[in-house]
RNA sequence: GGCCACGUGGCGGAGUGGUUACGCGCCGGUCUGCAAAACCGUUUACUCGGGUUCGAUUCCCGACGUGGCCUCCA
């Protein structure tokens, strides 16, 4: 069995095939630094931190080359600057924001058991690169000058005629539709509605750099040239995979296409193009205004979602119950649904010793398959359930979390939901007291006596398990009533 | 309006031209002072209408529905 991906461009699976299986390269579409990252921020993360580890399985950790850029510059940005920090001379306010929220963001997904990438370029350490490929493409005919703008033509492209891709060809669209599309407050500066801009003039106080094309003014640069810019830098003109959220497929990548495959004469910029599904929460698409939107951070340690901290294994795994190029509706009984799951597994897995840090074979050929991690999930079901009748099964399962990520053979109290230390809730100082008078109730059948523990216990959100140690004495555990 | 994706049992969610997905829940049983938990077992499906086929949930066409993109967006 071989990796298989699913292609957007080609809208096909394919066998993979690296360009060069020693030096495996993928890029994927990071964040905009300027706030905190939300849960669909998240999935791309996730999604692409399995495909990752999948990659370093199959062609050894040295040999994959993974980038997630980071987008330290933007109007979001400056806007979140001068907002917050309105005393500041605008460099500082911004590289404020940018910093702080690039820790934010790291300590995020962290906690979402990714591995971070081999490289994580940011924008403004690009400059030069962009320039250049924006040098290339007005040489070439691709893009020209117009006060003080730079803007790349789909039009110049498709008439080419050479080994060039379509313009449209990703995104499945043709120019004219796109220009009947387009909106009627064209740009003047813009010889075609469906031109984009490269770079543009700064603004003054905007952060500024020399701009390219013999242009006099300072300038900063469009929004697509940065991925063209970080992707030649670090994984060359051509390269494996390219990834991202299906709503950057237009015009983001389609433009990255063409700017990257005009400035180097090249067929294709990337040869698998992966996009995953949106995410919906509560049957809704997030938004402030409507009350459903939560960062990974509020998830994590906020009681924000359904009244919980979710842990960062629960978050990961109920991302990977439905496949990537699915949409999914993100809700509380999903998470609940997850995090049941990995407490029955990390039962069972629990002490054991993984033999290896390979994956199980039954897992990879499943996930071998695009991805199909909700087949995994339940290959990781099928161990649990042989586990009850053979060690191995709960070696194997495991070793399977661990390649999944979630779950690094940790005791997990804030899964199990034992209140101690999660900060809130009642402490074990409150509760076990309570267990044991119910346990020495029970010894003398005073059953009364112990009904009406187990219901103040129950008032106070506490549920209890009755069962025997291996010596056959009662004993009762508990957790926080969910 | 244009383009695209999806529509599976109470819920979540894979997959397949003819054979059990899987998980949760429900129900029954074992265990338990009683519950809970655990364990064993059972149950229900492929939006609708045409077509292709010996046979379609799976392929094709249409309808309806949901969602996405077309403007910043994972």
Redesign the pocket.
Known sequence: MALRLYDTLT?EKRDFAPLDPSRVRMYV?G??VYDFAHI??A??VIVFDVLFRLLRHLYGENHVKYVRNITDVDD?INDRAARDYPGLPLNESIRKVTEQTERQFHDDVDALGCLRPTVQPRATEHIGEMRTIIDRLVEGGFAYVADDHVLFSPGAMNAANSVLPRYGALA??SLD??IA???VDVAPYKRDATDFVLWKPSKPGEPSWQSPAGIATQGRPG?HIECSAMSWKHLGETFDIHG?????????HENEVAQSCCAFHTERMAQTWMH?G???VEGE??SKSLGNFFTIDQLLRQRSFGSNKWHGYVLRLSML???YR????WTI??LV?AR??LR?WIDTAYGTEPQSLEPPDELLSVLE?DL?T??V??VM??LN?EA?NSPESAEKLHRAMKFMGIWNGERTDDIYGYGYDVGDGPSRHEVEPLIEARTAA?ARKD?KE??RI?DELAAMGI?????KDSDGKPVTTWEIAR
Not at 326 to 329: E, G, K, S, V
């Open positions: 809208k579409c964040p905009t669909g921020n999935r791309p979001k499945n669209r539709e796109m599309g387009a909106r929004w991202g959220g299906i709503d950057l497929v237009f015009p983001h995953n949106f995410l919906q698409k997030m119950t439905a496949h699915q949409p999914i509706d009984e999903r649904e049941k799951s029955d398959d199909n909700p087949g999930i339940a079901h099928g359930k009850r029970r059953f112990s009904d187990r549920a209890i398990k009755d069962g």
